[in-house]
Structure formats: C-alpha cells, structure tokens
C-alpha cells in the first residue's frame, strides 16, 4: 500500500475547515480536486474516512478519526525527515566546495 502525505494532508486541512470550498481553497486546489484526493486516499486504505451529506462533511467515520489522531505526527515526522535531508545535502556542498 502507498500512502499518499499530500492525500492525507488534503483530508486533514478538510476536516479542520469542515467544508470543501474552505479547504480547498486553503490548499489552492480546486474542490473537485480535493473531493478525488480524499477518495484517492479512501481507496488506498480501503475504507471510507468520511460521513458525507449533500452539504459536504457531516462526519467522520471511525476509521477517519483514527486517521486523524495518527496523521499529525505522521506529517510532522515526514516534514522533520524531509528537513534533516536538505540541512545534510546542503553541508556537503558546503563542505565539497571548501
């Protein structure tokens, strides 16, 4: 399984704002586009995260909660990995053109 981080950001950022439009617009995506990477990262993990009613989000499913507990720091470990790796590339060229 390939877990998509900007999927789960994307379901994140919705599930703060509590509306499609909001969301989307914070990600500047369109809400079509959210709606496919929400459904995206639904697939990948084979469940549904989100309650939905013709206004958009009315809840989260028991499996969405979860997700939400445990993506923070999953998003936060990637940003800090992601970090370390540029600071490290960065002091080997300086290091390399000394």
Do not use: N, W
Request: proline share 3%; net charge positive.
């Amino acid at each position: 399984m390939h877990l998509d981080l900007v999927c789960v950001e994307s379901f994140l950022v919705l599930i703060e704002e509590g509306h499609y439009g909001r969301a989307a617009a914070r990600l500047h995506i369109t809400s079509p586009t959210l709606t496919k990477r929400v459904q995206r990262l639904e697939r990948s993990l084979k469940v549904r995260l989100l309650d939905r009613g013709p206004s958009g989000v009315v809840a989260l499913t028991a499996a969405g909660s979860t997700l939400r507990s445990d993506a923070g720091p999953l998003l936060a470990h990637e940003r800090s990995a992601r970090e370390a790796a540029q600071r490290r590339a960065a002091r080997a060229l300086q290091d390399a053109s000394a």
